[in-house]
């Protein structure tokens, strides 16, 4: 598919997912097959008072191309700065949160509680899309609840102040993550705009996906919590999509080496001690649904070095039937 004039090949990319989607998993999983990511939101605000953690969270990797960018806020004005901003950090698309529903965000003013007012979403938008020469993408919902379901008539408002795709999640933003996702809902989104529409939401296998393309017509599909602790389901997607079959999920010595291999990237992006903290979140996913990790589980959430993790790694894999 094009994304304007951004080229993407495959048929899955990864979210851009708060406290999961950094720079070390975004490539990690763009080397199993995400035909392209999503970094994690970052503040204009932050942006305009070069704020540090914004830095690090801008910053992508030439490995990850086709790649995007992710800001929010609620000033048009501001939004465009911190675009052009980020232009030093060479994203191949800018994309715009609307969608977040995280209570601190939606206090704010932004994220998905920008569905609530449409005209300055397309404000917004318009003063992106014309601050940079770049593609302009906005991610967002089926609505701000179930009695209030706009995303048709918001997703034409996006296109037509400038956006070069969209990307919906299937679900209200009072639903949070809840299910079921409402895929018609996406499927009425492709239907009444002309540019690529991404679908978003509990694609946790091939099937999912399949499903997803079947019953929506989205031009590509994008992947968060499925990707939690499973990196290869993108190689998975693609091997369904190109031969009909997949591979099934890495032996417990190869997830563990998965793991270690993620683990060394996050402790050279933050440091040891940092990436210890970011990565016992992914240990624990890494680990689910493994004999024995139930037992373990508490000290994979603590673990402080790369050395401990080692241990742990090999008595995951020494637990036998």
């Keep these: 598919m094009m994304i304007s004039d951004v080229r993407i090949d495959g048929f899955a990319a990864l979210a851009p997912m708060a406290g999961v989607a950094d720079l070390p998993f975004r490539v990690l999983c763009k080397n199993y097959g995400a035909a392209y990511t999503v970094g994690e939101m970052v503040s204009a605000k932050g942006i305009s008072m070069n704020d540090k ?8 990797d030439t490995s990850e191309h086709p790649c995007a960018v ?5 000033e048009p004005e501001i939004m465009a700065e911190a675009a052009v901003y980020s232009l030093k950090f060479s994203p191949d698309i800018i994309d715009i949160n609307m969608g977040c529903p995280a209570p601190k965000i939606v206090k704010n003013k932004s994220g998905s509680v920008l569905m609530k007012d449409q005209v300055l979403a397309g404000k917004i938008t318009r003063a992106v899309s014309d601050a940079v020469k770049i593609p302009v993408t906005v991610k967002f919902r089926t609505g701000w609840d179930e009695n209030s379901k706009n995303c048709v008539e918001f997703a034409k408002i996006i296109e037509a102040n400038g956006a070069s795709a969209i990307t919906i999640h299937g679900r209200t933003k009072e639903q ?3 299910p079921p996702v409402d895929i018609d809902s996406i499927a009425a989104v492709k239907k009444a705009v002309n540019i690529p529409v ?4 509990d694609i946790f296998t091939p099937e999912d996906a399949k499903n997803m393309y079947e019953i929506t017509g989205c031009d590509l599909v ?3 919590r499925g990707a939690f602790g499973r990196p290869w389901l993108f190689s998975q997607i693609n091997d369904y999509f190109a031969k009909g079959t997949y591979l099934p999920d890495p032996s417990p010595e190869e997830r563990m080496n998965i793991m270690l291999t993620h683990a060394d990237s996050i402790c050279s992006f933050y440091g040891e001690s940092r990436g210890m903290c970011e990565l016992r979140k992914h240990a624990l996913w890494y680990t689910k649904g493994l004999k024995g990790s139930a037992k373990l589980r508490k000290e994979f959430s603590v673990v402080k070095s790369f050395d401990e993790l080692k241990l742990l790694a090999e008595k995951i894999t020494q637990i036998k039937e």
């Design 198 to 201: 991404i679908g978003n939401g």
């Design 53 to 60: 953690k914004s830095q690090i969270l801008l910053k992508t």
């Design 222 to 224: 994008m992947i968060g």
């Design 70 to 74: 992710q800001i929010f806020g609620n």
């Design 176 to 178: 949070m993550y809840a």
